[in-house]
């Protein structure tokens, strides 16, 4: 039930995204010397923010940004660290050992820090944030991959397929893949929150989008400067941000808990 | 005899641990070594762009002999590693100033503002989480609980926006940028404790509850042990697995100070590596790194062996 | 002061199960119509294979697990306790109701040296902690030097050796009924008689009240006075001891006994 209730909200949420072009009343880059941070009113419903942009219409396509972002990112620390983990699991020895002492190493490093300075040094707007964050993203799906894959590896059904002179390809694809889907499809959903705290906070940092581009973190970070004559600049995209962590994080941590159950 | 057997494995494994402790530190270096490689441009390009000198063909030539760039790789590593173990970080490409005594009184602030966030969060989520946890399904279980969620929830950046917001702007209680003062500490500690604590709860309380569900707590409540002493017990068997949690979490906060020292002016290490970005300062940025991390990777080999220590099955 | 009110002398019933059906939330019942009773100063046998529901009217008294009581009533002392929440039944347990459960192995905690867990046992209900006397108990149970396992950690020391030390501590408190289920089954021959000495002292010199839990015919033979045969959530048979095993009434108690026979 927890579940239905999160999943509609979060479908709202992703539809008002990516109908960002057909709801947003205005041009989100569109700047107006005339309408500089104009307070909400009909026609820019968040107002408008220092370069006299449409908050609203920044907000919606900011969020195409935050959550396409982050969704992307999700997306190749799930392939990379679940491809990895199979491998791993599947044929062990010293494959296995040296990607799981790799993974420990990369375990050793704070992860904000390494992103922090790789994002700095590289300089290369959202795509060098996602960067400096998988670098470190894709171990944990790589282990859990891995221990569910040793897990089953030794089930009838796989050894058959072995006996039958399967190759190890179509094996990890056809039988230990889907197996281990849910799982780690669940910690995938669990990352998304903390994958989003990351980017927005490099992006506030001015470490991730490169201006104009519409996106919470560094709209929150550009409208900071006039927090006091225009609150409504930082305001709205950190409600949006709060939103979309707590409906992903809630979402995760009900699916995780239907799942132990 | 057993006890005498435990300690010469502790012994050994401490040993180890030290070892593992060292090339983790070697690897590290290498990686933040050859980070400066993979940056566009070579120090010496870096170095006068830094500074602002028009490039031409002679100057970057003299600046690259001066420099020593032609020599190979592991030589320069070498020279740099061990300038770095006698406590030279090099010298900044910015102002020629060397970077050990910049990133030194940086380390300083970042300290007190790093460790008064971790205190004030441990001294909120520990007995949260515990009495969380022996009410676990009640109200007031719930509350905890939902609160924790929305700490967690909530990027650092964003809770430092919305408290100078409401207590600098709104309730006029604070100044807007850290002086240095006792009183500007309040707000940055605030913003980093706030989902530090969020998360402690969530790891801490659930860590209580497995332990409340093992069978030696049952054996005791049914002999009619008082819950004080049923509580002593869980805290005792826990303290390894939320050393473990506290060491995991230093690492965000490493990450979260950057933000949160850049917002309130805190002149601390993040600031200062976030000042040295936007310059191209790139000596600095090794440092912060080779600093920030030998901090966390001794923080957790220690956290690693107290483990072992307080719980000696493992 | 408890016993004002549970386990006064002038009560004849230790404990009187009547007409008890349990079960686990919205399952079906895993005990039906049980009816039974102990008598003060004696021991009482429950026989059964496993999954008879032997070990289910143990936790329906001790209302551990979620065992909800849905119809009867469970006496200590001639109170009815069936309607009393775990946490109020609590106060119960180690001195009016002493518990031994299937496996004590692990019911100390692992890391911990047993002195400082005993203490803290012994606070709990008032009594002074005196160490001879702890270890002398340690002693009755066959234990070899108990100054030293006082100073061990549950996790050095084997499964039997914990064992003795929990049954060993549980008598600490001297309860006046005693619940124990299968005490012995992890158990040497040797040692497992240890712990049946140990059990019928108590029961003769504090004339403490015995409920055991058994798959073991004849164990239930030389120690009962009475004994209740179970079968899938059922009392099939009850009795004298000797009644019971000289005159069943029921085939399956026949062949209980058959089996110790053949065996």
Request: proline share 4%; hydrophobic share 45%.
């Amino acid at each position: 039930m927890q579940i239905y209730i999160a999943a509609a909200f979060v479908f709202l949420l992703l539809a008002a995204v990516i109908l960002a072009g057909k709801i947003a009343p205005n041009d989100p880059y569109r700047t107006n010397a005339t309408l500089i941070r104009l307070a909400p009113c009909r026609e820019y419903p968040f107002g408008t923010d220092n370069l006299g942009r449409c908050v609203f219409s920044r907000v919606l396509f900011g969020g195409r940004t935050t959550i396409a972002a982050t969704f992307f990112l999700v997306a190749i620390s799930f392939g990379i660290g679940t491809f990895i983990g199979i491998l791993c699991g599947f044929y062990g020895g010293i494959f296995d050992r040296i990607f799981m002492r790799i993974a420990d190493i990369f375990l050793s490093f704070p992860q904000m820090v390494v992103a922090i300075a790789v994002a700095g040094i590289l300089g290369g707007g959202m795509a060098g944030a996602m960067v400096a964050l998988g670098i470190t993203m894709w171990v944990a799906f790589a282990r859990l991959a891995r221990s569910h894959t040793i897990s089953i590896r030794n089930e009838p059904y796989i050894m058959t397929s072995i006996l039958a002179g399967k190759g190890g390809v179509y094996i990890m694809f056809r039988h230990i893949l889907p197996n281990i889907l849910a799982p780690v499809l669940t910690n995938a959903l669990t990352q998304i929150g903390t994958t989003m705290i990351g980017l927005s906070g490099l992006s506030f940092l001015g470490l991730g989008v490169i201006p104009p581009t519409a996106e919470w973190g560094s709209m929150i970070s550009e409208g900071r400067a006039y927090i006091q004559i225009a609150p409504w600049t930082v305001l709205f995209p950190a409600l949006a941000t709060i939103v979309t962590i707590t409906l992903f994080n809630y979402l995760g941590d009900a699916v995780m808990e239907y799942r132990n159950v | 005899m057993k006890q005498s057997e435990d300690t010469k494995f502790l012994i050994t494994n401490i040993f180890r641990k030290i070892a593992e402790t060292i090339l983790l530190l070697i690897i590290l270096s290498l990686l933040v070594f050859a980070l400066m490689y993979i940056a566009p441009g070579d120090p010496a390009e870096k170095r006068l762009t830094s500074q602002g000198t028009a490039i031409t063909k002679e100057v970057l030539e003299a600046e690259r002999a001066r420099l020593g760039l032609m020599r190979p790789f592991l030589v320069r590593y070498g020279e740099w590693l061990f300038g770095i173990i006698r406590g030279d970080f090099g010298i900044s490409f910015k102002d020629d100033m060397p970077v050990a005594p910049k990133l030194a009184a940086g380390l300083h602030k970042t300290l007190i503002l790093s460790s008064a966030s971790l205190i004030l969060s441990l001294l909120v989520s520990y007995p949260l989480a515990i009495w969380s946890a022996f009410r676990k399904g009640r109200v007031s279980d719930h509350i905890v609980r939902v609160l924790s969620f929305i700490g967690n929830s909530m990027p650092n950046f964003l809770i430092s926006v919305l408290l100078m917001y409401v207590l600098c702007i709104q309730l006029r209680l604070f100044p807007v940028i850290a002086d240095g003062s006792p009183a500007s500490l309040i707000l940055p500690v605030l913003s980093l404790s706030i989902p530090m604590s969020g998360r402690f709860i969530r790891q801490m309380r659930s860590e209580f509850i497995d332990q409340l569900n093992e069978d030696y707590v049952t054996g005791m409540r049914m002999r009619g042990v008082k819950e004080r002493y049923v509580a002593v017990n869980i805290i005792r068997n826990s303290l390894g697995h939320i050393l473990t949690i506290v060491g995991l979490q230093v690492g965000t906060l490493m990450g979260g100070s950057v933000v949160i020292e850049t917002i309130f002016r805190w002149p601390g290490l993040g600031k200062l590596v976030m000042d040295s970005i936007n310059s191209r300062d790139y000596p600095v940025i090794m440092g912060f790194v080779i600093i920030m991390g030998t901090i966390y990777i001794v923080i957790n080999q220690l956290t690693d062996v107290s483990y072992h220590v307080l719980d000696p099955r493992v | 002061m408890e016993d004002n009110q549970y386990g006064s002398k002038i009560n004849k019933h230790a404990l009187r199960i009547t007409d008890l059906t349990a079960g686990y939330g919205e399952d079906s019942p895993v005990l039906q119509g049980i009816s039974l009773s102990l008598e003060k100063g004696q021991i009482l046998c429950m026989v059964g294979e496993s999954g008879s529901g032997k070990t289910s009217v143990i936790r329906a008294i001790t209302g551990w697990e979620n065992l909800q009581v849905r119809e009867g009533s469970i006496e200590v002392w001639e109170n009815d306790i069936s309607h009393l929440s775990f946490k109020e039944r609590r106060k119960l347990l180690g001195r009016t109701i002493g518990y031994i459960p299937q496996n004590p192995a692990g019911s100390f905690n692992p890391i911990r040296k047993y002195e400082p867990q005993i203490r803290e046992m012994l606070a709990s209900h008032d009594i002074r902690y005196v160490r001879s006397e702890v270890e002398e108990a340690f002693a009755r149970m066959g234990l070899d030097s108990p100054a030293s396992l006082l100073g061990s950690r549950p996790y050095e020391l084997s499964g039997g050796m914990n064992q003795r030390i929990v049954i060993a501590a549980v008598m600490l408190l001297e309860p006046s009924i005693l619940l124990c289920d299968e005490p012995t089954s992890a158990l040497d021959v040797m040692t497992a008689n240890l712990v049946k000495d140990e059990f019928l002292r108590l029961n003769k010199e504090h004339g403490t009240s015995i409920l055991m839990v058994t798959h073991n015919l004849g164990l239930a033979n030389i120690m009962a006075d009475s004994i209740a045969i179970m079968k899938r959530g059922r009392i099939v048979e009850s009795g004298d001891t000797e009644k019971v095993m000289c005159n069943p009434t029921d085939d399956y108690t026949k062949s209980l006994i058959g089996d110790i026979f053949n065996l």
